[in-house]
């Protein structure tokens, strides 16, 4: 006869036994399974047809997260096209990662914002190795691989800078002005692009003896710290003697601003870019005399069709591609779009256009500058 201790172990046993069973019988090893990999991806045959966006830091413009990420969710969830966005933090191996593990995924298009050439180079040749198309966004990929590129015209970007420096020197400065030129990032092909063109506007005027450039200095990764440091040094050497700053982002200009602010000098023209509210606060206070406006919802909705045709494995909408992109090696299809000069004349085009709201802007010490300029 068996002890009450021994039928108890003799149950449990059973009970395992049983356990295991049924567990074997559901398929309970996970292999079958989709993991957690995605958190927007949905099941079934659809899975697969995905988009990975891969934007690549905060530092070199607020845009990639106030702007970007939430117009190309919108317009990827409105497609009903599962959709995965992450951002690099500016960490080049990082973003080679995401690649790889939204590939790993499922992803058939990976919309990259390429944080050097060399690495973004890197990440197209592995995706086109295992079949995934790649739309260049924003920002062209020197020397790879990329099926389209969505993008600004960004030379005319640079001559809208250039132009602008100009036309407010022309309103506020000396006749033969010196100018300091604070451009973006070396490793990023539109700081270049944006330099080919403001250089086409200012060179002429170097070389016939009509302006003066002092500095002329790119600051890496688009640090605003960095930028600030490299204009107080620009300041330093020329004993405060500069009349103008060709800065290539709002960003930047805040930084020479700030330094300017700091030596108790007066204001000067200082251009930029993005149309930030930080950037269009410092131009309602005269202390920055121009930027240049990118509709990033075109730029976003453009991505995004061209994004969703790709994933579905479609033509893209006629007349979307308007151009091609040398990238050194191809001349890769492309879609341009065009910038708009923003200046306390046209200041309210933001706003009318839903990118920035007054109550962004209008704040503060800012609120005076607003009803002066009747927003």
């Known amino acids: 006869m068996?002890?009450?201790i021994s039928r108890r172990l003799l149950a449990l046993a059973s009970a395992l036994c049983a356990l295991s069973f049924l567990v074997a019988a559901c398929g309970g090893s996970d292999s079958g399974s989709s993991g957690g990999g995605s958190s927007s991806s949905s099941s079934g045959s659809n899975s697969a047809d995905k988009v990975a966006v891969l934007l690549p830091d905060t530092k070199s413009s607020v845009r990639w997260e106030t702007a970007d990420r939430p117009l190309l969710q919108q317009a990827f969830k409105a497609a009903g096209v599962p959709a995965t966005i992450q951002n690099a933090q500016g960490d080049k191996s990082t973003q080679q990662q995401q690649?790889?593990?939204?590939?790993?995924?499922g992803a058939k298009v990976i919309l990259l914002v390429n944080l050097d050439s060399g690495s973004g180079a890197a990440i197209e040749a592995?995706?086109?190795s295992q079949g995934v198309k790649v739309i260049d966004y924003d920002r062209l990929?020197?020397?790879?691989?990329?099926?389209y590129y969505v993008s600004f015209d960004n030379v005319a970007v640079g001559k809208l800078q250039g132009q602008g420096l100009v036309d407010c020197l022309q309103k506020n400065g000396p006749a033969k002005p010196a100018i300091a030129e604070l451009n973006g990032s070396p490793t990023d092909n539109n700081a270049t692009l944006f330099k080919q063109g403001y250089d086409s506007v200012l060179n002429p005027l170097y070389k016939a003896g009509k302006a003066t450039k002092v500095a002329d200095q790119s600051v890496p990764d688009w640090d605003n710290q960095k930028a600030l440091t490299i204009f107080e040094q620009m300041l330093q050497k020329s004993s405060n003697k500069i009349d103008g700053v060709l800065a290539a982002n709002d960003g930047l200009g805040n930084a020479a601003i700030s330094a300017i602010k700091a030596r108790k000098l007066k204001q000067l023209p200082v251009t930029g870019q993005d149309a930030?509210?930080?950037g269009i606060q410092n131009i309602l206070a005269g202390d920055q005399c121009m930027t240049v406006y990118k509709a990033i919802k075109q730029e976003a909705d453009?991505?995004?069709?061209?994004?969703i045709a790709l994933a579905k494995k479609q033509s893209p909408a006629a007349g979307l591609v308007n151009g091609k992109s040398d990238d050194t090696k191809r001349q890769v299809p492309s879609v341009l779009l065009k910038p708009q000069a923003i200046t306390k004349d046209n200041v309210?085009?933001?706003f009318d256009d839903g990118f920035l709201k007054k109550s962004d802007v209008c704040?503060?010490?800012f609120a005076q500058a607003c009803t002066s300029a009747g927003l």
Do not use: F, H, W, Y
Not at 141 to 147: N, V
């Open 99 to 105: 690649a790889e593990q939204a590939i790993t995924n």
């Open 141 to 147: 990929t020197l020397g790879g691989s990329a099926d």
């Open 276 to 278: 930030t509210a930080e």
């Open 2 to 4: 068996r002890s009450p």
């Open 348 to 350: 309210n085009v933001v």
């Open 363 to 365: 704040t503060g010490k």
């Open 302 to 307: 453009a991505a995004s069709k061209l994004a």
């Open 126 to 128: 592995n995706a086109k």
